[in-house]
């Protein structure tokens, strides 16, 4: 079992930056996916980025590419999702999620507490 701790959440202005951090501890393999989740209040939980802790391909939704960057320290055991030009409509809980690249984007890996990601107008 895998475990995720997240943290780097908080407060920005429309058009700012955050950098979200997931530390990993526990049974990670190097085939595993990690990526990240969002929750707006009254939403469904719904797949934001993810990439393999071997590297190789990234995946994004449509809305936040161009904007957000995830990314891997292996050394740290760590991902990050670098977010740029945040809008109110990012406002959400991020999840930081683990477990192969399909569960992963589908939603079916392990999951972190969330951080809070709160972008004013």
């Known amino acids: 079992q895998v475990q995720l701790v997240e943290s780097g959440g908080g407060l920005v202005q429309t058009g700012g930056s955050l950098r979200l951090s997931c530390v990993a501890s526990?049974?990670?393999?190097?085939?595993?996916?990690m990526g990240w989740f969002r929750q707006a209040p009254g939403k469904e939980r719904e797949f934001v980025a993810a990439l393999k802790w071997s590297g190789g391909s990234t995946y994004y939704r449509d809305s936040v590419k161009g904007r957000f960057a995830i990314s891997r320290d292996n050394a740290k055991d760590t991902v990050y999702l670098q977010m740029n030009s945040l809008k109110p409509e990012d406002t959400a809980v991020y999840y930081c999620?683990?477990?192969?690249?399909?569960?992963?984007?589908?939603?079916?890996?392990?999951w972190g507490q969330g951080t809070q990601v709160t972008v004013s107008s």
């Open positions: 526990g049974r990670t393999f190097s085939n595993y996916g």
């Open positions: 999620a683990a477990g192969t690249l399909n569960e992963v984007v589908t939603g079916r890996g392990s």
